[in-house]
């Protein structure tokens, strides 16, 4: 019951921030929980979603590649500016940060609930997007580290 509460929770703040992703992305998953034994698809779409949806996004990046609008041209030229190189650093970090952030929410599942719930607040309150948690965990093991806390 607390499970359908929250959800329904979520749902209000996402309809009162007007946040669409977050909308469909909670009735879906109420949807889903109103269909009879369907437990072992949760679970599946839990532990395998994000890396479907970091397929799903990469495809989307790749179509100006494969629609011709970005070519080598384009690539040799980010090279050749500050901004390029900016835009490159910061695609290597987004990563590392990414890797470190899956491996922090597999290693304490807890910590996810906060991640979840600092997200929906930047998603609602903010106007960001919620592409964010595995940053958000990439972000957080950082700061674990460098403060030498430990995850108990």
């Known amino acids: 019951m607390e499970s359908w509460l929250f959800l329904l929770a979520i ?16 009735v879906v998953v109420l949807l ?13 779409i839990g532990q395998k979603g994000i890396n479907w949806g970091v397929t799903v996004i990469t495809v989307a990046i790749l179509i100006p590649i494969a629609t011709g ?16 190189w900016i835009a490159v650093a910061c695609g290597v970090l987004v990563s590392v940060l990414s890797f470190h952030g899956v491996g922090l929410l597999s290693a304490t599942p807890e910590i996810t609930v906060a991640l979840v719930f600092g997200t929906i607040m930047g998603v609602v309150l ?27």
Not at 11 to 20: D, E, M, S, Y
Not at 128 to 150: D, E, K, M, N
């Open 126 to 152: 903010l106007k960001g997007i919620a592409a964010g948690p595995i940053i958000a965990a990439g972000i957080t093991y950082c700061i674990i580290q460098v403060l030498h806390l430990s995850l108990q």
């Open 69 to 84: 609008q970005i070519g080598f041209r384009d690539l040799w030229h980010a090279f050749k500016s500050p901004v390029g």
């Open 11 to 26: 749902l209000v703040v996402a309809w009162l921030g007007k946040n669409q992703s977050l909308q469909i992305a909670t």
């Open 32 to 44: 889903i929980k109103l269909i009879p034994n369907t437990s072992k698809l949760l679970t599946t």
